[in-house]
Nanobody, 127 residues
């Protein structure tokens, strides 16, 4: 069983940057597909980025070129570097882990396919 805990959320102005980190414990997190999701009020949880066991990242179109997902094996963390933030990025961000080494059934699976979740961290971007 993987235990996940996010940190790094906060409030920034448009154009600012934040770095989210997710500490994973309980199993070798680097061997499974992991992802970042976000949920804004009244909206469904959205997949933002996922990374497989080989370190290959996939992004939702709206964040391509602005966000970078990575794993830090030394720190045992899953990170999400967010640059050029816009108000539409405002949401609670969650990290998640799957049991599979491959992100399935697509490189950016929906939240239904992840079985372990962190508690979430708020990101607020003001205009």
């Amino acid at each position: 069983q993987v235990h996940l805990a996010e940190s790094g959320g906060g409030s920034v102005q448009t154009g600012g940057s934040l770095r989210l980190s997710c500490v994973a414990s309980g199993q070798p997190y680097s061997s499974v597909c992991m992802g970042w999701f976000r949920q804004a009020p009244g909206k469904e949880r959205e997949a933002v980025a996922a990374i497989d066991s080989k370190g290959v990242g996939t992004y939702v179109e709206s964040v391509k070129g602005r966000f970078t997902i990575s794993k830090d094996k030394a720190k045992n963390t899953l990170d999400l570097q967010m640059n050029s933030l816009i108000p539409e990025d405002t949401a609670v961000y969650y990290c998640a882990a799957d049991r599979s080494a491959v992100c399935y059934p697509t490189p950016l699976p929906s939240f239904h396919y992840f079985n372990a979740w962190g508690q979430g961290t708020q990101v607020t971007v003001s205009s």
